[in-house]
Antibody, heavy 121, light 111 residues
């Protein structure tokens, strides 16, 4: 059974940093692109970033470029999102998702339960 | 404002069929066969229901089907069941920002 478990969310002040983690199991992690998708409270979904199987390609939504960094450790079956210079508008539940296609055209076939990031003073 | 336009809500009675629309432009829905649909129950993670306009992942009921005409994609649910009550989001590749964009979501109520 595919499982994705996010962690690392919490309350952070504007301008602060946070690192999210996603532990994957139940599939060959190193064979799939992986993505982060977020959902602001009461709002819709927004793709944030994705990363190729070997980490050689990474793509980001414009609003997080230069502030967020996606990475992975295939030996640990783990996906990460380093978030710097956080803004109030980054407040959201962040989902880790397996990406069955990758690149600029991801399709998210499995999702974790999400971790809440709140940016507030 | 979302890049793709969905109705805020739709409703239907058990056993009926409903259709949720997702309207974009020639730069996204109309230009590519890369529309996906996700179901999200309250407080839960989204679930992929349809990808590439009309393909169903393994395990998704055949009561769910997708189609596209011009700049509008549609998700049809036949034989409505109480468990289908959820939010539904469409997404599409967009060449305007070379990424994926989502619709604002549609709340389906089963009466």
């Amino acid at each position: 059974e595919v499982q994705l478990v996010e962690s690392g969310g919490g309350l952070v002040q504007p301008g602060g940093s946070l690192r999210l983690s996603c532990a994957a199991s139940g599939f060959t992690f190193s064979s799939y692109w992986m993505s982060w998708v977020r959902q602001a409270p009461g709002k819709g979904l927004e793709w944030v970033a994705n990363i190729k199987q070997d980490g050689s390609e990474k793509y980001y939504v414009d609003s997080v470029k230069g502030r967020f960094t996606i990475s992975r450790d295939n030996a640990k079956n783990s996906l990460y999102l380093q978030m710097n210079s956080l803004r109030a508008e980054d407040t959201a539940v962040y989902y880790c998702a397996r990406d069955r296609r990758g690149g600029y055209n991801p399709v998210f076939d499995y999702w974790g339960q999400g971790t809440l990031v709140t940016v507030s003073s | 404002q979302s890049a793709l336009t969905q109705p805020a809500s739709v409703s239907g009675s058990p056993g009926q069929s409903i259709t949720i629309s997702c309207t974009g432009t020639s730069s996204d829905v109309g230009g590519y066969n890369y529309v996906s649909w996700y179901q999200q129950h309250p407080g839960k993670a989204p679930k992929l229901m349809i990808y590439d306009v009309s393909n169903r992942p393994s395990g998704v009921s055949n009561r769910f089907s997708g189609s596209k005409s011009g700049n509008t994609a549609s998700l049809t649910i036949s034989g409505l069941q109480a468990e289908d009550e959820a939010d539904y989001y469409c997404s599409s590749y967009t060449s305007s920002s070379t990424s994926v964009v989502f619709g604002g979501g549609t709340k389906l109520t089963v009466l």
